[in-house]
């Protein structure tokens, strides 16, 4: 195991000390960079560069060759699991996820098994250990899936994000049959991860992405006790539970004090919170993760800057701050931009 001392990221996860504040970015490998297109069109489709090793170990270390970030994070996608499921995960241009088999009923769910990391998603911690050796300990790798809760949005509206009228259906008419779902993604999620913790990476990170479109009491029933419910398993087990995690809830400001007190080293918040607010509320809890507007990566390098020193002033001179987006990198976003980003977070950053 990487001692943590040596990397930034992980220390300032640990709430440690650190020589300036790290930064990665979501989804800093992808489609606003030239090269992730020549790869993703040498693969054929996206599903094919996911499954493919080589191809994903070169996607995910591309943002590296040109910005000077503080962690790796593995290239996959959040519906692998439900794909290993037999839903018949594809992409559609111009319109995103869609699944060939999506659930309708009680019985579709009481079909669904738990994949086994190792045979059905086979390619994802062989994506990771070949990540991993390219790497070597140059920097920390993050591991990641998507939050039980997103998953089953995904699941119970054919692949389209915008069902969240169907899944709202099932909490309301069939939750006893929701819970049952969410409770089998739980854990397929902990098998999950606990495979790319064995497969070499650092940290690991719950996107949940769809967690904000809950009302508060939904939320508490829906969203939250699943990821607890993962981070849980995976402190219990002895070979994974030094491994620091992530809890990202896009629109999840309103329960910043239930994701900080869920068990995780770090809550991640979207651009509609102010840092400073976000520390107060959960004092010496948690690490916090964010928080650019993605769009601001439009504006001009002035502009960035100046959002960028706003943003750790906001966070002042305390551990246990991970600077990243709000929420993933825009597809159009001129990479230059990102050069701009990073090199400022590392100049306004340094302590002492």
Request: negative net charge; glycine residues 8%.
């Amino acid at each position: 195991m990487r001692q943590i001392e040596q990397d930034r990221f992980l220390r300032a996860l640990r709430r440690l000390p650190v020589d300036r504040t790290p930064i990665w970015l979501m989804r800093q490998a992808g489609r606003y960079l030239p090269e992730y297109r020549e790869t993703r069109a040498r693969a054929g489709s996206f599903m094919a560069l996911c499954q493919n090793p080589e191809l994903a170990c070169e996607v995910t270390l591309q943002p590296l060759e040109r910005y000077d970030l503080d962690a790796a994070i593995l290239f996959s996608d959040i519906l692998t699991i439900p794909d290993a499921m037999g839903l018949g995960l594809h992409f559609v241009e111009g319109e995103g996820p869609k699944f060939h088999h999506p659930i309708r009923t009680v019985q579709d769910i009481e079909r669904l098994g738990v994949p086994d990391p190792e045979r059905e998603l086979a390619y994802v911690p062989a994506a990771v250990r070949t990540i991993r050796q390219a790497l070597g300990h140059r920097l920390p790798l993050i591991g990641f899936c998507g939050s039980p809760w997103t998953l089953a949005v995904y699941m119970l509206g054919g692949g389209s994000h915008t069902g969240f009228a169907t899944i709202k259906s099932w909490a309301y008419q069939q939750p006893e049959a929701l819970h049952l779902l969410l409770a089998i993604l739980a854990d397929a999620c902990v098998l999950y991860l606990q495979a790319q913790i064995d497969a070499g990476v650092d940290a690991v990170m719950l996107f949940d992405t769809w967690g904000g479109v809950l009302s508060a009491r939904d939320y508490q029933h829906f969203s939250l006790p699943y990821c607890q419910r993962i981070i849980h398993a995976l402190a219990a087990s002895p070979a994974h539970q030094h491994i620091p995690s992530i809890l990202f809830t896009k629109g999840g400001g309103l329960w910043l004090e239930s994701m900080a007190q869920s068990g995780v080293s770090a809550v991640g918040v979207d651009w509609t919170m102010n840092l400073c607010d976000a520390r107060m509320r959960v004092g010496h809890q948690v690490a916090i993760q964010g928080n650019l507007d993605p769009s601001c990566l439009f504006a001009s390098p002035a502009r960035i800057e100046q959002e960028v020193q706003m943003i750790l002033q906001d966070f002042g001179d305390y551990p246990g701050h991970i600077f990243n987006l709000g929420h993933g990198i825009e597809q159009h976003t001129p990479p230059e931009n990102v050069t701009t980003l990073v090199e400022a977070v590392k100049r306004f950053s340094v302590r002492g």
